[in-house]
């Protein structure tokens, strides 16, 4: 007999598992079906975000930020280390443990919310019925009131480098290499690119980035986006913008390596890489999850169609998470999935899709929320902007980590905050605070008010709401109205 529930999710990422857990606790009798199986191979939750993304590529980012600040940062202090080496396979295990420490966590947080975490492949056979398969092939029936879809997201591939995650990895293969590759090509300069080019540059790599677009981060703010291209080349990340990889073709003997071929304006090139990561986005992971008689409405790229409480198109079966629209972000898809467990105990909880903040996290940190400049001034709204760079923040200097600045944007009528950017140290935590305030609908005045700890970083953010009105103490003031 079919076992039967309130309601089914397929797949524990952030969006699913988080999903789960909300229902469980309004009192909903729910399953989470999950078929990832880890190095192990062990049946483990968490999905992109706890196996091979968010925290993963963080405990990379920061080991290889110590490592640095070890090897050239310490010596401004007085402090005088020899010998500094870097240990790929222990700095390896580290970030695994932390994986299995916190996939773990999500069984436990499964257990003590009563949701029944089931390993196998679901599938959508009919509104109210998913069927899985378990890893021996066995297949069982669930039957749910509701179901919601957190399938996820895969990384693109792309004919001219295809992936065998030993010399060309994805961002998976990127995350395991067992020494330094001594010369890394890195195809598209976007939020991974970045991110885990500057984790093996920081190691020693030399770093190619070929990236398609003629301009750096299209989505972020001009000004913060021409500031983080400068730093960026200042750490010798090298990148090439403007660039059409066209082929690659691997080493057929000795030492494993990649040659690549590229156009950019001045013509063909070649270039040869110890290892090749492929990181030119992700497309939601909607292959074989639904049977096309359910009638789920897809779009021509695979996400799933939902309104903007994530409902598809067929009563009580919902999306969330990287499979369907809007920016693939862990946080996105978990407030997506707490929306649609309230919902279903009759909250009117929301999401605002206005204010997802957005964090690269390269050193400096970049992070955004809101409007960028040019957005306004597309849209004629009239703005003024506040600005305030680390390198006058006193906490900043002490810390000898002062490149970058905070940017805020307000309404010129109202004083709203419409918009904040921030290139520093801690960006995505000084961000937060930002995006508190804009979710009360804050003014600049407000901001300007409120009393910040001294000597903090964030007196950067407070300096700049000072400055969007002209009042700003510890710099210069020079009124920018749009
Ligand atoms: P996923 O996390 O992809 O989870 C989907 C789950 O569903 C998977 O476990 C999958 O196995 C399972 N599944 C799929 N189909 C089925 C099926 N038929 N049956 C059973 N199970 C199924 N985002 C951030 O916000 N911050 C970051 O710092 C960040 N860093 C990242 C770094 C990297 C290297 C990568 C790759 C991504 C990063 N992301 C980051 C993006 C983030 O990981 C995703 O946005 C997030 O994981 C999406 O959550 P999700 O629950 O929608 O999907
Ligand atoms: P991305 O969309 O951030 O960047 C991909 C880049 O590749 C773009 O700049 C694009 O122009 C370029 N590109 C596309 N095709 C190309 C080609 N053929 N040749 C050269 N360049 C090409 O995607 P990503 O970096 O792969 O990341 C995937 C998703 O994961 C993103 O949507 C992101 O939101 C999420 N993610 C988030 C974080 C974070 O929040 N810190 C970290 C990692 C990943």
Redesign the pocket.
Known sequence: MSKQYDVVV???????YVAAIRCAQLGLKTAC????LNKEGKSVYG???LN???IP??ALLDTSHKFLEAQQHFQVHGIKVEGVEMDVPEMIARKDKVVTQLTQGVKGLFAANKVEGIAG???LVAADTVTVTDHDGKEQQLLAKHVIL????VPIDIPPAPVDQATIVD?TGALEFTEVPKRLGVIGAGV?GLELGSVWARLGSQVTVLEALDDFLPAVDRQIAREAQKIFAKQELDIKLGTRVTGSKLSKSGKKMVTVDFTDQEGEHQAKFDKLIVCVGRRP?SDD?IDPAVGVQLDSRGFIEVDQHCATNVPGVYAV???VRGP????K?MEEGVMVAERLADKKTQVNYDLVPSVI?THPEIAWVGKTEEELKAEGCEYNVGSFPFVASGRALAANDADGMVKLLADAKTDRLLGCHIIGASAADLLQQMVIAMEFSASAEDIGLTMFSHPALSEAVHEAALAVNGHAIHIGNRKRRR
């Open positions: 397929i797949g524990s990422g952030p969006a699913g079906i999950e078929k990832w999905g992109t975000c091979v993304g968010c590529s963080k492949t679901g599938k957190a399938a996820g997201s961002s991974i992971f999850l998470g990287d499979i693939m972000l862990a946080h898809g996290y």
